[in-house]
């Protein structure tokens, strides 16, 4: 069976002495639980597994039953104490569960109970607000993101169009001979249920509806620039663009769709620019399309769009928890797809598809502004489209 590469990073993290919690998280059907479960088959330790993606949990109290198991199975025969794992899935939705977390992993750690935590979230953004406001020092983080090319390839013998096109989900993989079919999957399974189960229950959305349109309309536009006030526009909502902005980010910390910032060397400027859209997964794209891959492919314009959009999944999905950031850059007519950043390297990156651009190519503005960054053209004379997906992200900078 396959294993995703981060599982050896789970793995070698939880076969080390206890220190910290370890929270696996990501977007929902990106296979946390099948990877965790395939871990404790090989992790010489006694474990206790438990999810709280059950509707009749009452609170907090399951978080602490369940801890009270997995201790007993530090407990050896004639007492003396041995390594055990406790894996809660989903504890996001469980209330204040990081307080709990906290209290209980305290306790441990005060009378040296050898006991092993793993967290898995499927809503990075209500993770990370439990970890940051309660966990402080008491936490390392593993990003499973949607798959990568790569994984594609080597799980489901994919090549580099289908993997654009069906995008990341390896779920939804089995179904891409029946198209619609696997479009429903897509949009009923994935799109809906984060919607409604992941942001709708537990952050304050005023307007569903416009939500959802947002998300769209963030699929529609993927890979362009798009100020909050043209976003408003083209919602035909009359609300304000405190609201949109607010709404992205709730769609961005459920690994669905996000933002990216412009880069100018100024981050007061960076912060106050309008965002390009770009998906996470080039799926939530297909899944809506009218056209199939097979007529897709002989519509340059929107083949070429969607080639960019993947190379932004790629970018976004590779470089997660390693402190590299995806930005674009710029000025007047002149565009830069993507600029990576880390520390002080900064890489440009302009991605040459079968799209045909209607604003004047905008590489050599960029190092004219930048003469100290690098550049790199991805597709046509520059690095192939297979070897880019291929390879991770830090390998470019």
């Not at 990568?148 to 779920?171: C, V």
């Amino acid at each position: 069976m396959f294993q995703r590469p981060i599982g050896k990073s789970i793995q070698q993290r939880l076969c080390e002495p206890r220190r910290f919690i370890q929270v696996l998280s990501g977007p929902r059907q990106t296979g946390k639980t099948t990877l965790v479960r395939q871990i404790l088959d090989t992790v010489p330790l006694q474990s206790q597994y438990a999810s709280a993606d059950e509707p009749t949990l009452q609170g907090s109290v399951w978080i602490e039953q369940q801890w009270e198991i997995a201790r007993m199975q530090t407990k050896a025969d004639g007492g003396v104490q041995r390594e055990a794992l406790l894996v809660l899935d989903e504890v996001q939705k469980i209330p204040r569960w990081s307080e709990q977390v906290k209290r209980l992993w305290d306790e441990d750690s005060a009378k040296g109970i050898p006991l092993k935590v793993l967290l898995l979230g499927s809503a990075p953004l209500l993770i990370q607000r439990g970890l940051t406001e309660s966990l402080a020092g008491r936490f390392e983080t593993i990003a499973a993101t949607h798959w990568l090319y790569s994984e594609m390839r080597d799980a489901f013998g994919w090549d580099l169009n289908t993997y654009i096109y069906y995008g990341g989900y390896p779920g939804a993989a089995p179904l891409i001979e029946e198209r619609e079919r696997w479009a429903r999957y897509v949009i009923d399974s994935l799109v809906e249920t984060t919607i409604s189960r992941d942001i709708l229950l537990m952050s304050r959305v005023d307007k569903p509806a416009l939500l959802r349109r947002m998300f769209m309309l963030a699929c529609d536009y993927s890979g362009q620039i798009l100020s909050f006030q043209k976003m408003l526009g083209q919602l035909h909502d009359a609300g304000n663009t405190t609201t949109i902005a607010h709404y992205l980010e709730l769609l961005t910390g459920a690994g669905m769709v996000t933002g990216l910032s412009k880069y100018s060397g100024n981050k007061i400027r960076q912060r106050g620019s309008s965002p390009k859209l770009q998906v996470f997964n080039t799926a939530l794209q297909s899944a809506y399309s009218a056209l199939p891959l097979e007529r897709l492919l002989l519509e340059r314009d929107a083949w070429g769009r969607l080639v960019e959009s993947a190379v932004g999944t790629h970018l976004l999905g590779s470089s997660a928890g390693t402190g590299i950031e995806t930005l674009y850059w710029r000025e007047g007519n002149h565009e830069v797809d993507f600029v990576l950043r880390r520390g002080d390297t900064i890489v440009g990156i302009e991605v040459k598809s079968s799209r045909s651009r209607q604003s004047i190519p905008g590489m050599a503005a960029f190092m004219r502004a930048f003469p100290n960054h690098r550049s790199l053209l991805i597709g046509g004379q520059g690095i192939p489209l297979e070897e880019f997906f291929s390879n991770p992200v830090r390998e470019y900078l």
